[in-house]
């Protein structure tokens, strides 16, 4: 499916007025900024865990107050951490954009939620595995054991749906409230769904984006179980994909408020940037067809890009096959006029699936209004430096396992800005 | 004008071409109908696993599908699979393998269940590492490609995405126990906005497991009326005390009214409006003054262009717990006023049990057949009215003709979810 500005003349501008970032890194637009905007020279240092979950390094989430965001206790006792990233983060992206606590446009505001599984309570499994397994199977008590095992765990916690359910509950977003599945392609898809909807007039306002908690073995597993995990000394994103691929996860959470430039004008708020346009498409991942879905959506969307620099932040994994597809495609961009400036930003926040798009995009967005373009993240060779911060910046999304879709951002100057 | 192209905000006509449904009570949309219109239950004893020491022993599995060994998301595939190819063929839309339209689906969260926690388990021969610890050291020894491919999150969508060659990002949604409606809704949005001519809605729940089965028991959402299990589903009666877990899966092949016509498809309903509204109250509750499902349903009546006094019959949720019940059934009141006195309202869940992720799919599939028809399915074991209910008209006990030409189904989930559709008979 494709959309993007030369579709229509009649279509509405999608802004992106509202940003909340958590991560590794820091809490909130402002840390993340500083942490991207590194002197010339200088690269960002990834926080790192490499005890805890050992052989896999993760990037663990920053120290947050939870309580600045959530205030009741009672709702916070509810959530288990992903949830407490994605519902905290949303809040900081509703504050950003100047709606926390306005009831009237909250009311009205549409949610997309990108998530994935909610984390279970390993202690619990693994008290449950070692009563049922060898010697211990009996299947005639399995019963009794999970009945008592799961009865102070947090069951809503654990449900896909009950993170936009925090956020309307905290929040007050109620417009409307829908929940994508799927790894990398809901962070996708919720991207690609709001943009539609914004653009041909079906919303004016909405809250989009995802949250992964990396600090969990449940998750770790699920991604090992087909061994995408790296499980090594850490390493870049592009010097991984060198050395036999694999993915290192970062905790994060990533909100957006998109908003009809028409929306943002009325009531007076400063947006970050445009998104211009967004593809995105899926293959069963023969050899080259994730490369060749890139260069066909590239082309539809390069229609309305100027030839020159293009800033691209590359959402890649690391993993292997996924990671030498995406990297084939943008070395072929020189070819039609655009010089790649790439930064793999998982290199410094980790990767977070459903959250990565949404990521990349905040950070595009930031990078847009400062002015200011993230420094090489590794001396891999493919992140040229440069002197000038580029006026649009492509974001890409390659699922370690399915789903390729590319995102353009533009700078707003102040003229249409206002 | 009569059966105009657009409806009355000017927007691409949605009608349905294709459906294709299974429950417990069978597959396919004859077999359904022929059960549901004769007041039959699916809701059994579980066989699937031992409910030794459990609250609640019932549920509507569906066991006659060649699923083996079973897994909620090979039951959820299979069931998908036997819907969306019913729908494909009715509509006889495309080549085989080869949809021109999006897939939006409806489908459970997936996790690894306790049979594969158990095979890593004991896979590994260091006995030294615990728990999760002993899983990963033995997916570092050999991969496990087979069992990624099921329990990761995109895995149903993937596999329907193969299979029919539907077009683009395959989206996989949950608003919980709201997920089929909202797949429908997608689908409706996608051709309203001339995004596509057609799309493929997929609503499917193959969660009956021990585990899943415990936790909705330790929230008190479950009926524990187990003997006979026909007799536990009881929506709008005073005796309600929850629901029975559910297993199902529904397709409709939506389609804009314009595409349909040019390559002469047979019309079996429209999609006349959707509405919306969440509910920010509480996790598992609904808002006490009923804002939230009323806006719900009084948006989906005006996005319809329509009035309360055109609709016909009211597809309930229904799902037999005590709030929901009493709630929807305040909600309609409120958005209809008097008019709901005279408005027949009835629970398909009360013979086919609760199909959580698939119900607003499987619901919409009955009703349009109800308009089809001119045949109204029964609340079955309703025997005690509720004197909060007044004067509710549930169909009770025995299906009921009517001539029917729009419906209104609900949908409301955990979450704060609510989302109802208005169907109709024909193009206005």
């Known amino acids: ?418 | 004008m009569t059966n105009s192209l657009t409806d009355h905000l000017g927007r691409h006509v949605v009608v349905v071409t294709g459906m294709g449904v299974v429950t417990s009570l069978g597959q396919g949309q004859q077999d359904n109908w022929r059960d549901l219109t004769a007041a039959k239950s699916g809701i059994r004893h579980i066989s699937r696993f031992s409910t030794e020491g459990l609250r609640t022993t019932i549920a509507g599995c569906v066991d006659f599908l060649d699923v083996d060994p079973y897994s909620a998301p090979a039951l959820s595939i299979a069931m998908a699979e036997s819907a969306a190819s019913e729908a494909i063929e009715q509509a006889d839309i495309g080549r085989k393998g080869d949809f021109p339209g999006p897939l939006f689906l409806a489908t459970p969260p997936t996790e690894l269940e306790w049979p594969q926690r158990r095979e890593l388990y004991g896979e590994e021969s260091d006995t030294s590492l615990e728990g999760y610890d002993r899983m990963l050291s033995a997916c570092r020894t050999s991969k496990h490609d087979e069992m990624q491919r099921l329990f990761q999150f995109a895995s149903v969508g993937e596999h329907l995405a193969d299979k029919y060659g539907t077009k683009g990002l395959p989206v996989s949604l949950s608003t919980a126990c709201a997920s089929g409606g909202t797949a429908i809704q997608l689908g409706v949005e996608a051709i309203r906005r001339g995004d596509t001519d057609t799309a493929l809605c997929v609503g499917t729940d193959g969660t009956v497991n021990l585990e899943a089965l415990v936790r909705f028991s330790l929230l008190s959402a479950l009926s524990t009326r187990n003997n006979p299990p026909e007799a536990a589903m009881a929506s709008f009666s005073k005796d309600r005390d929850g629901f029975v877990m559910a297993e199902g899966a529904a397709c409709l092949v939506l389609e804009s009214y314009e595409a349909s016509k040019a390559r002469g498809a047979n019309i079996l309903g429209v999609v006349h409006g959707c509405g919306e509204h969440a509910d920010d109250f509480h996790r598992t509750r609904t808002s006490p003054d009923g804002m939230p499902m009323i806006r719900t349903i009084t948006k989906a009546i005006t996005d319809a262009g329509l009035k309360p006094a055109d609709i016909g019959y009211v597809n309930a949720h229904g799902t037999s717990t005590p709030e929901n019940d009493k709630m929807e059934y305040f909600s309609m009141k409120q958005a209809f006023g008097e008019g709901m006195e005279t408005t027949p309202i009835s629970s398909n869940k009360s013979m086919i049990g609760h199909t959580l992720s698939a119900a607003g799919a499987v619901e919409a599939v009955f009703s349009l057949m109800t308009m089809q028809s001119g045949l109204i399915p029964p609340t079955i074991n309703y025997n005690t009215p509720d004197p909060d209910m007044g004067t509710i008209d549930a169909v009770p006990n025995k299906a009921r003709e009517a001539d029917v030409s729009a419906v209104i189904s609900n949908s409301f989930g955990f979450g704060g979810q609510n989302v109802s559709v208005v169907y109709g008979r024909e193009p206005k």
């Not at chain 1, 400062?370 to 993240?377: D, M």
């Open chain 1, 1 to 418: 499916m494709k959309r993007n500005d030369a579709m229509s003349k009649e279509n509405a501008d999608v802004w992106i007025t509202g940003i909340g970032l958590l991560s590794s890194l820091g809490e909130g637009a402002d840390a993340h900024s500083t942490a991207i905007s590194g002197k010339s020279g200088s690269t960002v240092t990834p926080k790192l865990d490499e005890q805890n979950y050992a052989p896999y390094p993760v990037h663990p989430l920053v120290e947050v107050d939870y309580a600045s965001q959530i205030k009741k206790r009672g709702d916070l006792r509810q959530m288990e951490p992903w949830q407490r990233i994605g519902t905290y983060t949303a809040g900081l992206a509703l504050a950003d954009a100047g709606l926390a606590g306005d009831l009237e446009a909250l009311d009205h505001m549409d949610m997309i939620v990108a998530a994935g599984s909610g984390e279970r309570d390993a202690a619990m499994d693994q008290k449950v595995l070692e009563k049922t397994s060898g010697d211990n199977a009996n299947k005639g008590h399995s019963n009794e054991i999970l009945k008592s095992e799961l009865r102070p765990t947090l069951f809503l916690a654990q449900l896909s749906n009950l993170l936009a359910g925090n956020i309307s509950i905290v929040h007050k977003v109620t417009g409307s409230s829908r929940t994508y599945m799927g790894e990398e392609l809901a962070g996708l898809a919720s991207i690609e769904n709001a943009y539609n909807r914004i653009s041909s007039g079906q919303s004016d306002l909405m809250l989009i984006g995802g949250a992964n908690n990396a600090e969990r073995k449940d998750s770790l597993l699920i991604f090992e179980l087909g061994q995408n995990l790296w499980g090594d000394e850490f390493k870049s994103i592009w010097e991984r994909a060198e050395q036999g691929g694999g993915l290192v996860q970062g905790s994060v959470g990533a909100f957006l408020v998109l908003e009809s430039a028409d929306h943002a004008k009325a009531r007076g708020a400063k947006p970050y940037a445009k998104l211009s346009g967004i593809s995105s498409d899926r293959c069963r991942r023969d050899e080259g067809q994730a490369k060749d879905n890139l260069d066909s959506q590239f082309d539809e969307l390069s229609k309305t890009m100027e030839q020159g620099n293009l800033g691209v932040l590359s959402g890649a994994s690391g993993t292997s096959q996924a990671t030498a597809e995406e990297l084939a495609f943008l070395g072929g961009l020189e070819g039609k006029g655009f010089t790649p400036l790439t930064r793999a930003y998982g290199s410094m926040m980790g990767h977070s699936f459903e959250a990565q798009m949404p990521a990349g995009l905040a950070l595009a967005a930031l990078a847009l209004s400062k002015g200011q373009y993230i420094e090489p993240l590794d001396s891999s060779g493919v992140e040229a430096s440069t002197d000038k911060a580029p006026e649009q910046i492509m974001v890409t999304s390659v699922g370690h396992w399915r789903g390729e879709g590319l995102a353009l951002l533009t700078s707003l100057d102040s003229k249409e800005a206002k």
